[in-house]
T-cell receptor, first 110, second 113 residues
Framework: RKEVEQDPGPFNVPEGATVAFNCTYSNSASQSFFWYRQDCRKEPKLLMSVYSSGNEDGRFTAQLNRASQYISLLIRDSKLSDSATYLCVVRGTGRRALTFGSGTRLQVQP | NAGVTQTPKFQVLKTGQSMTLQCAQDMNHNSMYWYRQDPGMGLRLIYYSASEGTTDKGEVPNGYNVSRLNKREFSLRLESAAPSQTSVYFC????????????FGQGTRLTVV
């Protein structure tokens, strides 16, 4: 089983739609959780951290469920510029590095 | 701000050739990482360094060596390149706290023929 699993998509949605991505992780000792965005052939960039109480940044809402080892990202009012691959990222304890999911591709259409 | 700088951006190697990918960060980060990304796949960890003088294997270390030369620099070496090492390589760095963001270099697109 992969440490971090995501639905690869693609998700094709019209502008203005609401779309949700899910991610599961296998290591219950994981400490930190993130969503990164990666545009085609570019480096990943942080979209938002995910906190236990859930957090929101404009049109983006992230949720964490530690009991189910599950992370979600909700995008409201999708824009064309949201088209990208969204990577779920988990960080363990101590010297453990960041572990990336394979990414979920989103295509927002006019 | 330079952030994380990787060189070269593109490289073509013949099978069996060697090369070193360079990475430097100017954010005083302790931890540095090398990932590879293949089409349709996420980033897979090759090696990482939690601090100067330490390195650890990641998920796919075979065929690679690393050097944490100092706090700023973390290089990745391919001793004898193989076509299976054709990939995009990303270097990243993070600070010491668990919730800190990882910053990435722009990537090196390597083709081994």
């Amino acid at each position: 089983r992969k440490e971090v699993e995501q639905d690869p998509g693609p998700f094709n949605v019209p502008e203005g739609a609401t779309v949700a991505f899910n991610c599961t992780y296998s290591n219950s000792a994981s400490q930190s959780f993130f969503w990164y965005r990666q545009d085609c052939r570019k480096e990943p960039k942080l979209l938002m951290s995910v906190y236990s109480s859930g957090n929101e940044d404009g049109r983006f809402t992230a949720q964490l469920n530690r009991a189910s080892q599950y992370i979600s990202l909700l995008i409201r009012d999708s824009k064309l510029s949201d088209s990208a691959t969204y990577l779920c990222v988990v960080r363990g304890t101590g010297r453990r590095a960041l572990t990336f999911g394979s990414g979920t591709r989103l295509q927002v259409q006019p | 701000n330079a952030g994380v700088t990787q060189t070269p951006k593109f490289q073509v190697l013949k099978t069996g050739q060697s090369m070193t990918l360079q990475c430097a960060q100017d954010m005083n980060h302790n931890s540095m990482y090398w990932y590879r990304q293949d089409p349709g796949m996420g980033l897979r960890l090759i090696y990482y360094s939690a601090s100067e003088g330490t390195t650890d294997k990641g998920e796919v270390p075979n065929g690679y060596n690393v050097s944490r030369l100092n706090k700023r620099e973390f290089s990745l070496r391919l001793e004898s390149a193989a076509p299976s090492q054709t990939s995009v390589y990303f270097c990243a760095s993070t600070g010491g706290q668990p919730n800190t963001e990882a910053f990435f270099g722009q990537g090196t697109r390597l083709t081994v023929v």
